[in-house]
C-alpha cells in the first residue's frame, strides 16, 4: 500500500518568516495530495490540496508544489503569524477517498 | 449542517470494559472512515464505510475492534475488551462521493482512556 513519510517532525520560526514541509509518498499512482492542519485538542481540517495533474497551486499566503516524477510534494507558507502555529498533515490518495497520511509536522510559530 | 458529530467527546473507562464510539456523517455523505490518532503512530484509518457497506477494515489493530454502519447516518466503533494500548483520540470523518478527489470532514474526536 502507500507509505508517505513527512519532514520535518518539528519546525520553529520566527513570525514573518516562510515554513516549509516535505512528504514524499511511494505509490506512483497516488493523484491526490491534501494538507490538513490540526490545531491543539481540535479536528484537522483541509487547508490546501493539489491533484497530479498540477504541479504548484496558491491560496494566499499558502501554497503546495507536487514533483511526481520524484514522488515528492511541500507546503509552502510565507509570512508566518502565531496562529499558523499547528500540527500539519500531508496524505496521498490513490483515489476512492482513501487518504495515507504522514506522521505530521508541529510547527511553532515564535512572535 | 452540524458537521460530523461525534459522541461521547471523552470516555475513561477501566481494562476489559467495553467501549462503543458513536458518529453521525454530514448527510449525503456516502464515505465514512475512523481514524485512530496518537503520538506514536499519528493518524491511522481503521476502516471505512461507502454507502454504509464496509469496504476496507484492515485498519482494525485485532478481532476486539469492532464497526457497523446500520443506516445512512449512524456508525459505531466498539472496542471490547478494551485494553491501556487502546487510549487514543478516535476520529470519524465523512466524505461525499466522488472521483477521490473530495475533502474529508472531520468530527471533534472522542479521546479514549483505558486504565
Known amino acids: 500500500g502507500e507509505n508517505v513519510e513527512q519532514h520535518p517532525s518539528t519546525l520553529s520560526v520566527q513570525e514573518g518568516d516562510s515554513a516549509v514541509i516535505k512528504c514524499t509518498y511511494s505509490?506512483?499512482?497516488?493523484?491526490?495530495f491534501p494538507w490538513y492542519k490540526q490545531e491543539l485538542g481540535k479536528r484537522p481540517q483541509l487547508i490546501i490540496d493539489i491533484r497530479s495533474n498540477v504541479g504548484e497551486k496558491k491560496d494566499q499566503r499558502i501554497a503546495v508544489t507536487l514533483n511526481k516524477t520524484a514522488k515528492h510534494f511541500s507546503l509552502h507558507i510565507t509570512e508566518t503569524q502565531p496562529e499558523d502555529s499547528a500540527v500539519y498533515f500531508c496524505a496521498a490518495s490513490l483515489g476512492y477517498s482513501t487518504l495515507t497520511f504522514g506522521k505530521g509536522t508541529m510547527l511553532l510559530v515564535s512572535p | 449542517d452540524a458537521g460530523v458529530i461525534q459522541s461521547p467527546r471523552h470516555e475513561v473507562t477501566e481494562m476489559g470494559q467495553e467501549v462503543t464510539l458513536r458518529c453521525k456523517p454530514i448527510?449525503?455523505?456516502?464515505?465514512l472512515f475512523w481514524y485512530r490518532q496518537t503520538m506514536m503512530r499519528g493518524l491511522e484509518l481503521l476502516i471505512y464505510f461507502n454507502n454504509n457497506v464496509p469496504i476496507d477494515d484492515s485498519g482494525m489493530p485485532e478481532d476486539r475492534f469492532s464497526a457497523k454502519m446500520p443506516n445512512a447516518s449512524f456508525s459505531t466503533l466498539k472496542i471490547q475488551p478494551s485494553e491501556p494500548r487502546d487510549s487514543a483520540v478516535y476520529f470519524c470523518?465523512?466524505?461525499?462521493?466522488?472521483?477521490?478527489?473530495?475533502?474529508?470532514?472531520f468530527g471533534p474526536g472522542t479521546r479514549l482512556t483505558v486504565l
Open positions: 470523518a465523512s466524505s461525499p462521493a466522488g472521483r477521490g478527489y473530495n475533502e474529508q470532514f
Open positions: 448527510s449525503g455523505h456516502d464515505y
Open positions: 505509490d506512483s499512482a497516488s493523484n491526490y
